[in-house]
């Protein structure tokens, strides 16, 4: 699975808001999540819509070098919402 699929799921977002979200269609979130690289523009608004659902994110995790935040952490973070 992708890392930008896996952040998808971990947000708990369906591929229509993380378009909508992102400015793009859910055909080019889906391309991202089949593997395509995440353009820095994308990194940067994900980053930011992911620090909107409370669950903080670092280009790090988006291009895989960094682990994603734990799950408690996300789950906290849409109870909250």
Known sequence: MSTFKAIRLCLGVTTAEMSRALEMTSANVSYMERG???MPKTAEKLITYAASLGV???YDQVYGAAEL???RLIEAASKAA
């Open 56 to 58: 903080p994110l670092t």
């Open 69 to 71: 935040p734990p799950p």
């Open 36 to 38: 395509a690289t995440v």
